[in-house]
C-alpha cells in the first residue's frame, strides 16, 4: 500500500488589481442598469410642461408666465411645489410690499410613481400649483387664500379645502427626529422642529403674537424670535 501524504492546503492569494477591476464592473453595471431603468421611467411619465401649457390657455387665458414644470425625484410626501423669485430688500409678504415672480413648478416623481401616473391626480396637483403661480404673478398673493380657494374650486367643480391632498404616500415618508424645540413666551405653547429655521427673524406665535425661543437639543443652544418692527 502506498503511504498518503496530506499536502497543506494553498488559499488563492488575492490580487489587489483582479478585486478593483471586478468591483469597478460591478458599479459601472449597476449604474448602467440603475441609468435604463430610469430611462424606462421617463417613457411612461406625462408630458407635465404640454399638460401645463393646455391648462394655462384653458383656466389662466394664458397669463402665467412660461415657467419651467419638471419632475423633481427627491420630493418625496409633498405632490407639488412653486418656486418663487422675490424682488427689493423687504423680508415680508405682498402686503407689506414684497413683490414675487413664479420661477419654477415641481411635481414630485415617486409620490406620483405610487399613484402609477393617474393623470386625473397629475392634472389637479399641476392646476393647484398653477393657481398658486397666477396669483402670484397678477395678485402678488401668496398662500391658501380665499380667492386661491374659489379659483381651485371653480376650475376643478370640487367644494372642498384644496390646501392638502390624500394620495398614496406608503413607503415615502423620511423618518427625521425632530430635536429643535419651540416654546412661546406668552401662551406658553410648544413644539418640535427637525432643523432650526434659516431666518429666525419675524417668527412669532401665531396663537398670541409673542416672541418663540427655539431650543437645539443637540446642541443646547437657544434662539429668541422677536416680532418684526414695521
Known sequence: MGVRVRLPLRLPQ?????NFAFKLSCILFSYRLSFRITEVIKMF?????????????????????DIPVLWNTRMTTTAGYGRYK??????????????????????????????DYDLAKIERTLIHEMVHAFLVHKYNEKGHT????????????????????NYNT?????????KVKWTCTGCGAE??????????????CRGCRSRVVFVDTRKQTSINMFPPKF
Open 14 to 18: 488575492s490580487n489587489p488589481g483582479k
Open 45 to 65: 411619465r406625462p408630458d407635465i410642461k404640454a399638460m401645463f401649457v393646455r391648462l394655462n390657455d384653458e383656466h389662466f387665458n394664458g397669463e402665467i408666465p
Open 86 to 115: 422675490r424682488s427689493g430688500l423687504a423680508e415680508t409678504f405682498a402686503s407689506r410690499g414684497q413683490t414675487l415672480e413664479p420661477t419654477k413648478i415641481d411635481l414630485s416623481d415617486q409620490l406620483f410613481r405610487n399613484e
Open 146 to 165: 380665499r380667492r386661491f380657494q374659489n379659483m381651485m374650486t371653480r376650475i376643478t367643480g370640487e367644494y372642498k379645502n384644496h390646501r392638502c391632498h
Open 170 to 178: 406608503e413607503g415615502l415618508r423620511r423618518k427625521q427626529e425632530k
Open 191 to 204: 413644539g418640535w422642529k427637525v432643523r432650526m429655521p434659516k431666518r429666525p427673524n419675524g417668527h412669532i
